[in-house]
């Protein structure tokens, strides 16, 4: 199933899967599971205080102040606007989200990951990256 949106097709399949823990989501969405499920908070790239939304660059920030209900409703709440500063988080020590970290789901196979999609070199990356990170990360 895709969708078209703005002159692109956005596919709505659960076609990539968590390397972590199997989970099976869109491409765009994984990064965002990854973020809230394997990276402990004081890791993650930056996190807005008043909404605990959790994002990888400044320009996801931006737009989550206007699109992402949770924090337009955090803010009525509040009943004033704060500043960036007062809500903007930057982790010191940032763990980012890379290809390594979620895998293409070979199509006719929905329900079996097995990260064959990787290339070897991929794998041996993943394995050697799997044991020289801290487990509480994991």
Not at 14 to 25: F, M, P, V
Not at 110 to 117: D, E, H, L, V
Request: aromatic share 12%.
């Amino acid at each position: 199933m895709s969708c078209y949106c703005r002159r692109t097709t956005i596919s709505l399949e659960k076609n990539w899967a968590c390397s972590r823990c199997g989970k099976k989501d869109r491409k765009g969405r994984l990064n965002d599971h990854f973020l809230r499920k394997h990276v402990p908070e004081e890791r993650v790239p930056y996190r807005c205080e008043l909404c605990k939304f959790r994002y990888q660059d400044a320009q996801t920030f931006q737009k989550h102040l206007t699109a992402y209900a949770r924090h337009v409703e955090a803010e009525t709440k509040l009943g004033f606007k704060p500043t960036y500063l007062q809500i903007l988080k930057r982790s010191n020590n940032p763990t980012y989200v890379t290809k390594y970290d979620r895998f293409a789901l070979q199509t006719g196979q929905p329900g079996i990951i097995t990260g064959s999609s990787l290339s070897e070199e991929e794998k041996t990356l993943h394995d050697w990256m799997s044991s020289a990170v801290p487990e509480y990360i994991w």
